[in-house]
């Protein structure tokens, strides 16, 4: 497992998980990525910090749009925007036929605002009352889990999950983080 260093810890404010949330992160992004990736991001960008998931999945994009990929890169990853409705991607995710699948998504970690947790299936709750999502998620990653993908949930608490356009500052400054650490370790190694 790669190690994380001192300079990529200081790009993760200090509520941004605990050192495990961490290393999992790491260990997910390392190079050589031989396997082929999902990424999607879930929520609605109407509903402030619920579209925490987006807006990062927007940032991956943006990053890495045009980069050349790492030479030990065997690899393929797939940018999905979700919206509030993951559960209609079910096919067309597994038609991808993913080695892992990482969601990323606002939900209650019972934690201060800009938070991140890095959960497997068995983590989540059966049903959150408060979900934006018809079919739980927890129940979408055993879906894909089953078909034979490795999936996480890259959840981001958030501070005000109302009606308005735009994140708060906590889950901003996650967010730019998180981009950060990605693209950290995926373009330059």
Do not use: Y
Request: proline share 6%.
């Amino acid at each position: 497992m790669q190690e994380i260093n001192n300079e990529e810890q200081s790009l993760l404010r200090e509520n941004s998980g605990d050192h495990a949330d961490l290393e999992t992160l790491a260990s997910l992004c390392r190079p050589p990525l031989s396997h082929r990736t999902a990424v999607i991001g879930v929520g609605n960008r109407l509903w402030g910090d619920d579209g925490a998931g987006p807006e990062l999945l927007k940032r991956f994009m943006e990053e890495w749009e045009g980069r050349e990929p790492p030479s030990n890169s065997q690899g393929k990853c797939f940018f999905i925007d979700a919206g509030e409705f993951p559960e209609d991607w079910l096919i067309r995710v597994v038609d991808l036929e993913p080695d892992m699948i990482l969601v990323i998504d606002a939900m209650d970690l019972h934690a201060e605002p800009g938070s991140v947790a890095v959960l497997e299936s068995e983590a989540l709750p059966e049903a959150v009352c408060t979900s934006t999502h018809r079919l739980p998620l927890r129940t979408l990653l055993q879906l894909w889990e089953e078909k034979g993908s490795k999936a996480f949930v890259l959840g981001i608490q958030p501070k005000d999950v109302i009606f308005k356009e735009g994140l708060s500052p906590e889950v901003q400054m996650s967010i730019d983080s998180l981009a950060q650490f990605f693209l950290r370790r995926h373009c330059v190694e």
